[in-house]
C-alpha cells in the first residue's frame, strides 16, 4: 500500500524502511519533509494511508482534504492523538491508529536526566570547563536523597521515573485517577489528591496525557500551592502546563527551576532547524532567557529502543488495515452517554 509520510527525518526514513524491510516490505513508504496541514494535504493525492507525527495538523479541514484525495487510513506514529479531530474522521469513514506504548524508559530516563541536569548545573559547569572556567561559584546543587517527588499520572512511564527516583532515596508522592499497584508496591511511595502532591513536594514531574480536564494542569493557581522553590518537569505534553503561569512562578521564586522537553506552542518551533532565523515566540524567548531553565526539543522519546517500536508498531497496524485485520492500536470517537430525561 501506497503511503504518504509527513515531517519526516533522516531518522525516520531510516527506522520506518528497516521496520518495513523486516515486515517483507509490503509498503511503499513516500516521505514528505512537510508538516501535514490542509495546504499541504494535497502531496496524499493517491494515498491510501497516510502517516503523521505528533505536531501534524489532522484537523477537519486536513481530514476532508485528505479523504477528497482517497486517505482511508491515519497512522500516528507517536502516542498521543488530540491533534486529530476524531468526529470528523468518524464522519469520514477514516480509520485512526497510534502507538499505544513504545520504551517507556525513554521518556522516564529523559525526565531524571533533567532533574540531573538543572539540580547540578551541569549545563553550565560544561560551558564553564570548555571556557576553561573551573569556578564552583553558582553550580550548588542538593541531594536528592531524601527528597520528595511528586508523580503526576503513573502509567507506564511514571511508574518507571518512580523507580528510578527510588534508587535515588526519594519519597514518593502519586497522583493519578487510576492507581498503579506497581506505584503502591513500591517502598515510601503512597498516593495523595493533587493539592497534597503540589504542597508536599520538592521535585513535581508531569508523566499524564493531554485532555480537556487536565489542559493546564499546571496554573496561577497550582503553581501557588507548590513549595518555595520547587522543580518542575515536563516530558509529556505541553499545553499541560500554562506557559506565562510558569514565567511569572519563576519571576516570583515559586518555581526555582523549570525542566521541560515540551512546549504549548511548539508546532512551530520544534523538529526542524531555526538557528538562522529570529524566532518570533516571545514567550518562548522570554523563557529561554531564565538561568534556571533548561529545554530540551521534544527528545524524550528519541532512543533506538523508542523508535524500533514505534515503526515496528506503525508498519504492523498499516498493514493489519490493509488487509482487513482487527486494528488493535485504534483511536475511536469516545462514546457520548445520553443524557436521561
Same mark, same amino acid.
Given at each position: 500500500m501506497k503511503v504518504a509520510v509527513f515531517s519526516t527525518e533522516?531518522?525516520?526514513? !531510516?527506522?520506518?524502511?528497516?521496520?518495513?524491510?523486516?515486515?517483507?516490505?509490503?509498503?511503499?513508504?513516500? $516521505?514528505?519533509?512537510?508538516?501535514?496541514?490542509? !495546504?499541504?494535504?494535497?502531496?496524499?493525492?493517491?494515498?491510501?494511508?497516510?502517516?503523521?507525527?505528533?505536531?501534524?495538523?489532522?484537523?477537519?479541514?486536513?481530514?476532508?482534504?485528505?479523504? @477528497?484525495?482517497?486517505?482511508?487510513?491515519?497512522?500516528?506514529?507517536?502516542?498521543? $492523538?488530540? @491533534?486529530?479531530?476524531?468526529?470528523?474522521?468518524?464522519?469520514?469513514?477514516? !480509520?485512526?491508529?497510534?502507538?499505544?506504548? $513504545?520504551?517507556? $524508559?525513554?521518556? #522516564?530516563?529523559? #525526565?531524571?536526566?533533567?532533574?540531573?541536569?538543572?539540580?547540578? !548545573?551541569l549545563y553550565r559547569a560544561y560551558s564553564r570547563v570548555r571556557d576553561d572556567n573551573f569556578s564552583l561559584n553558582g553550580l550548588l546543587g542538593f541531594d536528592l536523597h531524601g527528597k520528595t517527588v511528586g508523580v503526576v499520572g503513573t502509567g507506564k512511564i511514571g511508574v518507571i521515573f518512580a523507580q528510578i527516583m527510588h534508587g535515588f532515596g526519594c519519597h514518593l508522592l502519586g497522583y493519578d485517577p487510576y492507581p498503579s499497584p506497581k506505584f503502591e508496591a513500591l517502598e515510601d511511595a503512597r498516593y495523595v489528591d493533587l493539592p497534597h502532591l503540589l504542597a508536599q513536594s520538592d521535585i513535581i514531574s508531569l508523566h499524564c496525557p493531554l485532555t480537556p480536564e487536565n489542559h493546564h494542569l499546571i496554573n496561577a493557581t497550582t503553581i501557588a500551592q507548590m513549595k518555595d522553590g520547587v522543580m518542575l518537569i515536563n516530558t509529556s505534553r505541553g499545553k499541560l502546563i500554562d506557559t506565562k503561569a510558569a514565567i511569572a512562578g519563576i519571576k516570583s521564586g515559586k518555581i526555582g527551576y523549570l525542566g521541560i522537553d515540551v512546549y504549548e506552542e511548539e508546532e512551530e518551533l520544534f523538529f526542524r532547524d531555526l538557528s538562522d532565523t529570529v524566532i518570533q515566540d516571545d514567550t518562548f524567548q522570554l523563557l529561554q532567557s531564565f538561568p534556571n531553565v533548561v529545554v530540551t526539543a521534544h527528545q524524550a522519546f528519541f532512543t533506538r529502543e523508542a523508535l524500533n517500536d514505534i515503526t515496528t508498531t506503525t508498519i504492523t497496524s498499516i498493514s493489519d488495515f490493509e488487509q482487513g485485520n482487527p486494528l488493535k492500536d485504534e483511536v475511536k470517537l469516545p462514546q457520548k452517554v445520553a443524557t436521561p430525561t
Open positions: 533522516p531518522y525516520d526514513r !531510516k527506522f520506518l524502511d528497516a521496520a518495513n524491510a523486516a515486515a517483507g516490505s509490503p509498503h511503499e513508504l513516500v $516521505y514528505f519533509d512537510v508538516r501535514l496541514e490542509p !495546504k499541504t494535504a494535497l502531496l496524499a493525492a493517491g494515498f491510501p494511508a497516510v502517516c503523521v507525527f505528533v505536531n501534524d495538523d489532522v484537523s477537519a479541514d486536513t481530514l476532508r482534504a485528505l479523504a @477528497n484525495g482517497g486517505t482511508r487510513l491515519v497512522a500516528l506514529r507517536c502516542t498521543g $492523538y488530540n @491533534n486529530v479531530d476524531l468526529e470528523v474522521a468518524a464522519e469520514l469513514d477514516m !480509520k485512526v491508529v497510534r502507538v499505544v506504548a $513504545y520504551s517507556p $524508559y525513554s521518556v #522516564a530516563e529523559h #525526565a531524571a536526566g533533567l532533574i540531573q541536569m538543572l539540580n547540578r !548545573k
